[in-house]
């Protein structure tokens, strides 16, 4: 569990603030992704990276960003938070192989107010 | 259904005795997953079965797959109040490009 780190782990924050939620992985995984997942229910895809300037969205609609310029890093932006923004924000990490699991951070419990 | 339901949504027992899960897909996989997850932290992977597999056991987890019913069952034996989780299955489907996770067992152990 300490080979991907996710900071901060909690944030408050007042609407329209701009914010950056950090992850950085030591594995050296290619395979990099956004989970947003409310209080006791399933994870849903935001964003994912197969690879240094690689990104694409996910299932879920979301009004964020991300960028992969090192392999290690994989930060995921909010321009404007709002309250509906306010959830647990889960990045992971993955070889390229397909039948290999993923590696999650500890998290970080956004509460926009 | 959706792809990856778990069942139960939640289960409650006493240490020391058995726990199953079961999971339901609908779409062809190249691999099932399970994960745990405590409280507010991050989920944790416990095992992964191949679709060309029906039965793999790691310590006290053991897992099933049939591939005809496009169902999994993971069992926690001798259950231990530290097993008291959320556990999720995890499909990835065909081609390997996507992996879906289901909503969770929540698991309550009573010591």
């Known amino acids: 569990e300490a080979d991907i780190y996710q900071t901060p782990r909690y944030l408050v924050i007042g609407t329209g603030k701009k914010i950056t939620l950090e992850c950085s992985q030591t594995?050296?995984?290619?395979?990099m992704y956004w989970y947003q997942q409310d209080p006791g229910m399933e994870l849903h895809l935001i964003h994912y990276?197969?690879?240094?300037?690689?990104?694409e969205k996910g299932d879920l609609s979301s009004e964020s960003t991300v960028s992969r310029i090192r392999t290690e890093h994989f930060p995921l932006t909010l321009e404007s938070a709002r309250p509906s923004h306010t959830s647990q924000y889960l990045c992971?990490?993955?070889?390229?192989?397909?039948?290999?699991?993923?590696?999650f951070g500890s998290g970080t419990r956004l509460t926009v107010v | 259904s959706q792809q990856g339901e778990e069942d139960p949504q939640a289960l409650s027992i006493q240490e020391g005795e058995n726990a199953t899960m079961n999971c339901s897909y609908k779409?062809?996989?190249?691999?099932l997953q399970w994960y745990r997850q405590n409280s507010g932290r991050g989920l944790v992977h416990l095992i992964l079965?191949?679709?060309?597999?029906r039965e793999k056991h790691s310590g006290r987890l053991r897992v099933t797959l049939d591939t005809s019913k496009k169902s999994s069952s993971l069992l926690i034996t001798a259950s231990r109040a530290a097993d008291t989780a959320s556990y999720f299955c995890?499909?990835?489907?065909?081609?390997?490009?996507?992996?879906?996770f289901g909503a969770g067992t929540r698991l309550f152990v009573k010591a």
């Open positions: 992971a990490s993955s070889e390229h192989r397909t039948d290999y699991g993923y590696t």
């Open positions: 594995m050296g995984h290619d395979k």
């Open positions: 990276s197969y690879g240094v300037n690689s990104t």
């Open positions: 779409t062809s996989i190249n691999n």
């Open positions: 079965i191949r679709s060309n597999e």
């Open positions: 995890a499909t990835v489907l065909t081609g390997g490009f996507k992996t879906i």
